[in-house]
């Protein structure tokens, strides 16, 4: 993989749908998510215009999941409704253990002295909820959770450094497609509801009869409001250290010794809404409280005085 300095147009219809020569969400789009893969070992390379990182996963694996995250009967693993015209899938990832290495490119523009960055995983998994639409496929909404046992992460000063500065040359193109995403999200509009076929019930359960209500209740309760990106680790510790003087000539002659900082994170959380706007509600977040509406009342409040400023210019 590499990174684009410009971001490309989205993808458009589903492949899988176009090759089997359909226009919307049907029969081969089940399928192809019924599958359940495994894979011993895989390795993605990155490479930017500041660093090249590569990350090898071993054992892993991918199979749809009911809305609970647990593995059933493949009908149960989508959520169709007609009337909205749009459809929920879930699906999870696992592996065994999962490597992580990043170091600068030799381009001049970076210092001399690197050292490259390194993280070792045990097991994890993600949780990936998507919600297309049925009439070409496209993905309206998406929830992704990376989920992480305990974590022990060991860090230099100068990787922290380096870090940062992988961090910094990465934020002017995800800035980019940030803005890309923003500008080509779907505005709420009312969907015609596809005609009915024989197709629709495989998103039903053994025995039960087609009920709008209730599928749409039920819709409404696993639904993604808006696209968001989360990140739970149970426990974090993490090792800071100084290898600045051991690095310079005769600093250990001296006696000058780095020191080291220990951190330790339990239930450690981090939750991405990149399309939210300031000042809508908060309720359908993920780690929503009742402490929050103090939080909305205030952004709205910055909002509206923000807008009577544009407005008096």
Known sequence: MRTCEEPRPPNGQSPIALAAGQSEYGFAEKVVEGMFIVVNSITIKIHSKAFHASFELWQLQGYSVNPNWQQSDLRLTRITDPQRGEVLTFKELTWQTLRIEADATDNGDQDPVTTPLRLITNQGRIQISLKRRTKDCNVVASKLMFLLDDLLWVLTDSQLKAMMKYAESLSEAMEKSAQQRKSLAPESVQIT??????????????????????????????????????????RLDLHICDDSHARESGALKHGMLGG????????????????????????????????????????KKLVSEFQSKIEKL
Request: proline share 9%; net charge positive.
């Open 193 to 234: 509801p596809p005609p009915p076929s024989t197709q629709q019930s495989w998103s039903q359960p053994f025995g039960a009869s087609p009920n709008a209500s209730s599928i749409g209740q039920y819709f409404d309760k696993h639904d993604m409001k808006e696209s968001s990106y989360h990140l739970l680790i149970s």
């Open 260 to 299: 080291a900082i220990q951190l330790t994170f339990r239930r450690m959380a981090f939750d991405y809404y990149p399309f939210h706007k300031a000042g809508d509600a908060c309720k359908h977040w993920v780690r929503y409280s009742e402490a929050m509406e103090t939080r909305g009342q205030w952004a």
